[in-house]
């Protein structure tokens, strides 16, 4: 028997600390809360994802009555920008959420259905995403989704069918 050691480097950074093309992609994620629909849980999760060209595409949580028809705000980002620019790999993507009218302490993180869908572009695009996820406390940046989503099924298996 060996053990395989999987790490996952977190940087926690103060929001000044970032640099202005990413600390602009958190506010962005911050503004994109008050978009949210979430009459049922009532936590506002917004989301800004930068394309390699620059462009920026927000996405906010949209729920439903019928709870799995709604969406999170990184797929809700995501496939805005997978639909409207679909050549054009996603590089950062930056996370933010309120409850309550306030922002969290704690950094949210992206739930697995997201994080697979995210791995997702990166597969196809052969190109990482920055992650930055935002708490009143600090931002964690990981630098691609592979990291948050270690021993994933990116599909390359089904190639040998
Ligand atoms: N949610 C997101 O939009 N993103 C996350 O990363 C975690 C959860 C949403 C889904 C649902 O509308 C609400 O937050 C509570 O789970």
Do not use: W
């Not at 980002?77 to 969290?104: E, H, M, Y």
């Not at 996820?133 to 990291?147: F, I, K, N, Q, R």
């Amino acid at each position: 028997m060996k053990e395989v050691h999987i790490d996952t480097l977190v940087q926690c950074y103060a929001l000044e600390e970032l640099s202005s093309e990413d600390c602009a992609l958190v506010e962005k994620a911050c503004q994109a809360t008050s978009t949210s629909y979430s009459p049922y849980s009532h936590f506002q999760v917004g989301a800004a994802l930068r394309l390699a060209d620059g462009r920026i595409f927000l996405g906010s949580n949209q729920e439903n009555a019928a709870f799995p028809s709604g969406l999170c705000a990184e797929r809700t980002a995501f496939f805005a920008a997978s639909a409207n620019a679909p050549d054009v790999a996603p590089v950062a993507i930056a996370i933010a959420a309120q409850t309550r009218g306030k922002f969290l302490a704690k950094p949210i993180t992206p739930c697995g259905q997201c994080r697979q869908a995210l791995l997702e572009a990166e597969t196809r695009f052969h190109q990482p995403i920055r992650i930055m996820l935002y708490g009143t406390e600090g931002v964690y940046v990981v630098e691609s989704m592979h990291a948050l989503l270690p021993l994933n099924f990116d599909g390359s298996e089904l190639e040998r069918a």
